[in-house]
């Protein structure tokens, strides 16, 4: 018997298009599909461009996972084409069926953080006390800076700031309706992130390693931070 969380959300999960988008290289593999951009849970909107996810098990009973879905999207047009809102990350609770059984804004597009693309979950098993969920802006684009935004203008812009800032969300301050707790990391550096990895290891400090995704294949980079 499966024991699901006591909110009455629960007892009415999402249901998606069944047909998988993708077919599996290993015959004996199957694919299941969660939910896709465009759908909603409740009053919780699945974004455009989901790009990393981190998963952390759930306090909740039953095999809960909470996963947290980052979508690479921004205002500032690339190609020629802008999306309609700045990057957010949205959390979904999933149950031991993979039913989505919750969702909330874990980081909100008002934050206005341009193209947040790949994430990682980092906790314990990295030597971590707790979890933390890492993604990064995978871009350098200039854009304005959004009322209420964690960061400030740079001064060489005016009302602007240049893209390419790592991101990190506590977790654990966004298991409810509201967004998370989260911060750029200005010491990571601005340049075009990648995915940011800790580093297991015991070591003295911190570890992450922040890879380059720079448009020019022989301009990336590979960096450490401690």
């Given at each position: 018997m499966l024991a699901a969380p006591s909110s009455s959300l629960a007892d009415h999960p999402h249901v998606t298009d069944p047909t998988p988008m993708l077919v599996p290289v290993d015959p004996a593999a199957t694919l299941e599909p969660i939910i896709q951009s465009?759908?909603?849970?409740?009053?919780?909107?699945?974004?455009?461009?989901?790009?990393?996810?981190?998963?952390?098990?759930?306090?909740?009973?039953?095999?809960?996972?909470?996963?947290?879905?980052?979508?690479?999207?921004?205002?500032?047009?690339?190609?020629?084409?802008?999306?309609?809102?700045?990057?957010s990350v949205t959390r979904l609770t999933l149950n031991a069926t993979a039913d989505v059984i919750g969702a909330s804004e874990a980081i909100p597009a008002t934050a206005g953080f341009m193209r947040l693309g790949s994430a990682t979950m980092a906790g314990p098993e990295e030597g971590l006390n707790d979890y933390v969920l890492?993604?990064?802006?995978?871009?350098?684009?200039?854009?304005?800076?959004?009322?209420?935004?964690?960061?400030?203008?740079?001064?060489?812009?005016?009302?602007?700031?240049?893209?390419?800032?790592?991101?990190?969300?506590d977790p654990d301050t966004a298991l409810g309706s509201a967004p998370?707790?989260?911060?750029?990391?200005?010491?990571?550096?601005?340049?075009?992130?990648?995915?940011?990895?800790?580093?297991?290891?015991?070591?003295?400090?911190?570890?992450?390693?922040?890879?380059?995704?720079?448009?020019?294949?022989?301009?990336s980079q590979l960096y450490l931070y401690l």
């Open positions: 465009g759908e909603a849970y409740h009053a919780v909107m699945f974004e455009g461009i989901p790009d990393g996810i981190g998963l952390m098990p759930s306090d909740k009973p039953g095999g809960v996972v909470e996963v947290f879905v980052s979508h690479e999207q921004s205002e500032v047009p690339f190609a020629g084409q802008a999306d309609f809102r700045d990057s890492l993604t990064s802006e995978a871009t350098g684009d200039i854009g304005d800076v959004d009322p209420g935004a964690p960061y400030g203008p740079d001064p060489a812009l005016a009302s602007q700031r240049q893209g390419g800032y790592a991101v990190v969300l998370g707790r989260f911060q750029e990391v200005a010491a990571m550096g601005r340049h075009n992130h990648q995915n940011s990895m800790v580093v297991p290891g015991g070591w003295k400090r911190i570890a992450v390693l922040s890879g380059d995704d720079a448009l020019n294949p022989t301009e």
